[in-house]
């Protein structure tokens, strides 16, 4: 089991995982907490191969609470690639799908906000190998795509970039973690932030990680030396977010929330008074 979602909602910790079988077919299971930490698990999993854009499997689950409404994402892998897709729940276990979001395409690290923005729902997407953004009102028909984040030449996130978890808002901006691929192919996780009002605008983005590959589980497994994160949620004082370790284990990193502000704080300081667009570079 690993990439896993993980939603604080109701007092509880809900995860949604991804777990592979015998035959490397992926389904989705469930796990709550009291805590964050100590988790108890289903034992069937809540969504499993059915659709033929699924029959590989269903991987790398994503999400977020709208209007009283749960919201996963996910990957659908069959013989004719990656597709992104996305269901809807109101408790976390019982989930109807709503189908393929981006058709005709190979995209995957799609991932709501959790809020519409101005009326409009918004997701972002990868059409390789940067990070996309696109809007919908229904969110099945996405329009206005767009690229938001981009590779960088030279640096550890230089061959190819997906979303995390949902972005995190904050009156400051939404702060989003994303991971990047060098070209040696090892997963790191970094963070930008992104204009509360304007999400198409990227105030600040960390040159540096924020989590690599150091541990024996997170550089030796299925895939080696991969962070890979798919969702986070608000502890008492911080943010537990939670990562795939080289494709075999989940783990926890701790985002301190005093970091957290002084990012936000060097974002603002850095944006004003005009931010830095990197969509429109």
């Known amino acids: 089991m690993f990439n896993c979602a993980v939603i604080r909602s109701r007092g509880l910790y809900h995860m949604l995982y991804r777990a592979v079988d015998p035959s490397l077919i992926s389904s989705i299971g469930y796990a709550v907490s009291p805590d964050g930490i100590r988790w108890l698990r289903l034992d069937s999993p809540v ?48 989930w109807e799908r709503m189908g393929i979001v981006l058709p005709d395409e190979n995209n995957k690290d799609h991932v709501l906000f959790p809020a519409r923005i101005h009326g409009r729902y918004v997701m972002l997407h990868r059409r390789p190998p940067h990070i996309w953004i696109a809007f919908s009102h229904d969110l099945l028909h996405w329009e206005g795509h767009q690229i938001l984040l981009r590779t960088r030449p030279g640096k550890w996130d230089c061959w190819r970039i997906g979303a995390a978890g949902p972005p995190i808002y904050t009156e400051r901006g939404w702060v989003l973690i994303y991971h990047g691929v060098d070209d040696r192919r090892c997963y790191r ?25 150091a541990e024996a589980w997170e550089l030796f497994g ?21 990562y795939g370790a080289a494709d075999s284990v989940i783990g926890l990193a701790i985002m301190v929330r005093q970091e957290l502000e002084e990012l936000l704080a060097q974002a603002t300081y850095q944006s004003a008074p005009a931010a830095v667009s990197l969509a429109a570079s």
């Open 222 to 242: 299925d895939v080696p030396n991969v962070v890979f994160s798919c969702g986070q949620a608000p502890a008492d004082s911080d943010y537990y977010v939670y």
């Open 189 to 213: 996780l970094g963070i930008v932030v992104l204009d509360a009002d304007d999400p198409t605008r990227v105030l600040y983005q960390q040159d540096d990680p924020i989590l690599e590959p």
């Open 47 to 94: 969504l499993s191969p059915q659709e033929s854009f699924e029959e590989r499997g269903v991987e790398d689950p994503r999400v977020v609470e709208i209007e009283g409404t749960y919201y996963m994402t996910y990957t659908g892998y069959s013989r004719q690639g990656v597709r992104a897709a996305l269901a809807r729940s109101d408790n976390l276990i019982t």
